[in-house]
């Protein structure tokens, strides 16, 4: 069954690992996109901090049969870097996360420079693009957790970590639905009890 496009989600969690990048003259860059049970704050909505965190186990039958590293989710110039399918991009799910290893082509000067920019610690955070197959939500502490992830399109370095208005606008849609929820539930509450104190007075 095709993904549809507006189901895909992106975030950034993750950094590079940049010890012994250089050691070598192969161009290979390591890092962990995804980190398992690590609650984030994605935004705040009427001072009430709205969390999500990704389980361990997310990744169990996940798609990763064909998923590309690059930078910025090729929002800059749409360069693959590395690719599962050929081998320049390997990964390991572990539990603390996923962790990806990705071989630069050293003839290449856009891969050099992105090589570069990581070792220097230019860039220093990693995002990645998903679909969600199944969450939960927990309204004590409004934290949604991504508990089974259907599809893994990419991985990417980040210039800029901090999620925007694109980036989480799915999650955002999420968020604001529970949020409207959880303000007639309390909005009904407080009828109610006003009904309550009526009918005793």
């Not at 995804?34 to 996940?62: H, N, R, W």
């Not at 049969?65 to 390997?90: E, P, Q, W």
């Not at 197959?133 to 957790?145: A, F, I, L, M, V």
Request: aromatic share 10%; net charge negative.
């Amino acid at each position: 069954m095709p993904y549809k496009p507006n189901e895909r989600e992106y975030r950034n969690l993750g950094s590079f690992d940049t010890q012994g990048v250089a050691q070598s003259e192969e161009l290979i860059v390591r890092g962990t996109p995804i980190v398992f049970d690590t609650p984030t704050v994605l935004f705040e909505m009427d001072g009430v901090e709205y969390k999500e965190q990704i389980a361990s186990g997310a990744l169990d039958g996940c798609d990763m049969s064909d998923f590309i590293f690059n930078r910025n989710h090729g929002m800059n110039d749409g360069t693959v870097y590395a690719r599962t399918k050929n081998n320049s991009l390997t990964y390991q799910v572990t539990q603390r996360g996923l962790d990806i290893e990705a071989h630069l082509d050293n003839e290449d000067e856009r891969h050099r420079a992105l090589h570069r920019d990581i070792e220097k610690r230019r860039v220093d955070k990693m995002s990645f693009s998903f679909v969600v197959k199944e969450d939960s939500y927990d309204r004590e502490t409004h934290t949604r957790t991504i508990l089974k992830i259907k599809k893994l399109y990419d991985v990417s370095a980040v210039d800029f970590p901090a999620y925007n208005d694109t980036s989480i606008s799915t999650a955002r849609d999420f968020f604001s639905a529970e949020h409207e929820k959880e303000f007639k539930e309390l909005e009904e509450r407080r009828r109610r009890q006003m009904l309550i104190a009526r009918t005793l007075c």
